[in-house]
């Protein structure tokens, strides 16, 4: 019930005001154009969704139906409006083999439980981590996933064997199909100069797929994939014993698919988000994709997440509103209760094409000019991030690039702890140790080295003023050189501590924190503590 509670609220706070306001705000003219962008969307995720559900080895109605499905919830209640989710290839290299070995009742079983995973994450508000993704992480993230769709449309030039595998295409059909490729994406690029009352990708498949149909053109069509036609997606609970060992089965795969969808979903509401000028609601987009894929695991679906190609072909059609993504979910219905006929007409070619164009929009080309200006780690990592993605899948991509970011950046702020030292103004005479940097685990052993215990006064000062302690390295580090102090029978004491040292500090049972002087910067200015504080004596 408190789950239950809490997503109600989630919803009607975010999810009502954002839909009322949006829809307030319409016209007729720009209602025409997110229904068209729609359309044009639909048409996108025929092949796509029939394309994904075989490699899952599962029937096209099953990624025909996860399209629908998490299309339209994803499209009412996610974190981004123009952002487009359905069935992707990132989640379906992952269950081909669950369906091999325990069978499509399984797979839904999981797609249940993957969407509840990724409510509680929404629910947590975790999704706000996706900001410590970096920016050049985010460009080889772009890149690789071009190059994955790229590849991905080279399966449209092949043809079944007599044995079942896949071969080029005869000379002459290759060069029928490139040609119409090319047909399209000229189209797509010359429209905008003509008109803008329809969006150029569906101008180009609406031209392409007349001159097929007219001129009997022998090239590759959409129902040659598979008939599109069938029925609503039928309830049900998912056939598997309600056992520990059914959940041993399915909890690693969910939590895999959660992963992965999360992160794909993320990324790309922060990239639509740029392109858009929209900011925020990765927790809602978290709880929006958990509620999608919890239901398609009880329609017969296979689930789905964000999908970037068909992303930019919505944004860049004019979709920014929830109704753009709503009407090319109620199209894709259409296309399988009503249309499939039409829809099983329109040659791969011109899906092809838009796909091409999705490719040379979504590839940073920028990121090539500015490799050699930018510090080589971050070029490193973008090419290792694009190299991954295409290698391996996207959410091992982006754990990737993040790991060696973190490392690239501890070793880099390591190099910066360093201490200026000089007589302190006190009766002694006192040695100063002035640190600058910040001081954690990768500093921490840098840190020590600074002092010359033997040679120093009776009395020595760590001022921290241009200094922060972040964690228990750095008490460590500190308990160490206060020991070594002691050890020599000198004194040590510590300033400039902030509030949040004191803290860390205190938390460790090492230092009694004492009145802060310093309110207004949030200081501690001149606190002093013996070596018998860190070190334990007396």
Same mark, same amino acid.
């Given at each position: 019930?408190?789950?239950?509670?809490?997503?109600?609220?989630?919803?009607?706070?975010? =999810?009502?005001?954002?839909?009322?306001?949006?829809?307030?705000?319409?016209?007729?003219?720009?209602?025409?154009?997110?229904?068209?962008?729609g359309? =044009?969307?639909?048409?996108?995720?025929?092949?796509?969704?029939?394309?994904?559900?075989?490699?899952?080895?599962?029937?096209?109605?099953?990624?025909?139906?996860?399209?629908?499905?998490?299309?339209?919830?994803?499209?009412?209640?996610?974190?981004?409006?123009?952002?487009?989710s359905?069935? =992707?290839?990132?989640?379906?290299?992952?269950?081909?083999?669950?369906?091999?070995?325990?069978?499509?009742?399984?797979?839904f079983?999981t797609?249940?439980?993957?969407?509840?995973?990724?409510?509680?994450?929404?629910?947590?508000?975790?999704?706000?981590?996706?900001?410590?993704?970096?920016? *050049?992480?985010?460009?080889?993230?772009?890149?690789?996933?071009?190059?994955?769709?790229?590849?991905?449309?080279l399966?449209?030039?092949?043809?079944?064997?007599?044995?079942?595998?896949?071969?080029?295409?005869?000379?002459?059909?290759?060069?029928?199909?490139?040609?119409?490729?090319?047909?399209?994406?000229?189209?797509?690029?010359?429209?905008?100069?003509?008109?803008?009352?329809?969006?150029?990708?569906?101008?180009?498949?609406?031209?392409?797929?007349?001159?097929?149909?007219?001129?009997?053109?022998?090239v590759?069509?959409?129902?040659?994939?598979?008939?599109?036609?069938?029925?609503?997606?039928?309830?049900?609970?998912?056939?598997?014993?309600?056992?520990?060992?059914?959940?041993?089965i399915?909890?690693?795969?969910?939590?895999?698919?959660?992963?992965?969808?999360l992160?794909?979903?993320?990324?790309?509401?922060?990239?639509?988000?740029?392109?858009?000028?929209?900011?925020?609601?990765?927790?809602?987009?978290?709880?929006?994709?958990?509620?999608?894929?919890t239901?398609t695991?009880?329609?017969?679906?296979?689930?789905?997440?964000?999908?970037?190609?068909?992303?930019?072909?919505?944004?860049?059609?004019?979709?920014?509103?929830?109704?753009?993504?709503i009407?090319?979910?109620?199209?894709?219905?259409?296309?399988?209760?009503?249309?499939? *006929?039409?829809?099983?007409?329109?040659?791969l070619a011109?899906?092809?094409?838009?796909?091409?164009?999705?490719?040379?929009?979504?590839f940073?080309?920028?990121?090539?000019?500015?490799?050699?200006?930018i510090?080589?780690?971050d070029?490193?990592?973008?090419?290792?991030?694009?190299?991954?993605?295409?290698?391996?899948?996207?959410?091992?991509?982006?754990?990737? $690039?993040?790991?060696?970011?973190?490392?690239?950046?501890?070793?880099?702020?390591?190099?910066?702890?360093?201490?200026?030292?000089?007589?302190?103004?006190?009766?002694?005479?006192?040695?100063?140790y002035?640190?600058?940097?910040?001081?954690?685990?990768?500093?921490?052993?840098?840190?020590?080295?600074?002092?010359?215990?033997?040679?120093?006064?009776?009395?020595?000062?760590?001022?921290?003023?241009?200094?922060?302690?972040?964690?228990?390295?750095?008490?460590?580090?500190?308990?160490?050189?206060?020991?070594?102090?002691e050890?020599?029978g000198?004194?040590?004491?510590?300033?400039?501590?902030?509030?949040?040292c004191?803290?860390?500090?205190?938390?460790?049972?090492?230092?009694?924190?004492?009145?802060?002087?310093?309110?207004?910067? $949030?200081?501690?200015?001149?606190?002093?503590?013996? =070596?018998?504080?860190? $070190?334990?004596?007396?």
């Open positions: 019930m408190a789950l239950q509670s809490l997503l109600a609220q989630f919803a009607q706070r975010q =999810t009502y005001n954002d839909l009322s306001k949006r829809w307030r705000d319409l016209d007729i003219a720009q209602v025409r154009v997110e229904l068209l962008a359309l =044009t969307v639909a048409l996108a995720l025929v092949p796509e969704a029939v394309a994904f559900a075989f490699v899952a080895g599962v029937e096209p109605l099953v990624g025909l139906y996860a399209a629908f499905i998490v299309g339209l919830i994803t499209a009412v209640f996610g974190g981004r409006p123009g952002m487009i359905g069935a =992707t290839g990132a989640l379906a290299v992952v269950m081909v083999a669950l369906v091999a070995q325990h069978g499509v009742q399984y797979l079983a797609v249940v439980l993957m969407g509840v995973l990724q409510i509680l994450f929404g629910v947590l508000k975790l999704g706000k981590f996706i900001r410590l993704v970096p920016h *050049p992480v985010m460009l080889g993230f772009v890149n690789g996933l071009a190059i994955v769709i790229f590849l991905a449309q399966e449209q030039f092949q043809v079944k064997g007599p044995g079942g595998a896949k071969d080029w295409m005869p000379t002459w059909q290759f060069a029928l199909t490139l040609g119409l490729v090319a047909v399209t994406m000229a189209i797509i690029w010359a429209a905008p100069k003509v008109s803008s009352v329809v969006p150029a990708p569906l101008a180009a498949i609406g031209i392409v797929a007349l001159l097929v149909i007219v001129f009997g053109i022998p590759p069509r959409v129902g040659d994939m598979a008939s599109v036609k069938g029925g609503l997606p039928p309830f049900g609970v998912p056939d598997v014993p309600l056992t520990l060992e059914t959940l041993k399915i909890l690693p795969y969910a939590v895999i698919l959660a992963a992965i969808g992160i794909e979903s993320l990324l790309t509401l922060n990239l639509v988000g740029e392109m858009t000028g929209q900011r925020g609601g990765a927790s809602k987009e978290c709880v929006a994709q958990g509620a999608a894929n239901v695991g009880f329609f017969g679906g296979m689930g789905g997440c964000a999908m970037i190609g068909q992303s930019m072909i919505n944004v860049k059609s004019g979709g920014r509103t929830r109704l753009s993504g009407s090319a979910a109620l199209f894709l219905l259409l296309f399988i209760l009503v249309a499939s *006929p039409i829809i099983e007409q329109i040659p011109a899906l092809v094409g838009v796909m091409f164009m999705v490719v040379i929009g979504t940073a080309w920028r990121s090539l000019t500015i490799l050699r200006k510090p080589r780690s070029a490193f990592v973008i090419i290792l991030v694009t190299a991954v993605t295409v290698a391996s899948d996207l959410a091992v991509a982006v754990v990737v $690039g993040v790991i060696v970011s973190s490392l690239v950046y501890a070793w880099d702020a390591a190099s910066h702890i360093r201490a200026n030292v000089k007589l302190a103004n006190t009766v002694g005479g006192a040695k100063l002035e640190i600058e940097g910040p001081l954690f685990f990768a500093s921490a052993s840098g840190f020590v080295e600074l002092f010359d215990v033997d040679s120093d006064p009776n009395s020595v000062i760590l001022d921290f003023k241009r200094s922060r302690v972040v964690d228990q390295s750095a008490l460590q580090a500190i308990e160490t050189v206060a020991g070594k102090y050890a020599a000198k004194s040590v004491q510590l300033r400039h501590l902030s509030r949040d004191h803290a860390l500090l205190a938390n460790a049972g090492q230092l009694i924190v004492e009145e802060d002087d310093d309110p207004d910067y $949030g200081l501690a200015v001149d606190y002093g503590v013996r =070596t018998d504080r860190l $070190g334990g004596a007396h």
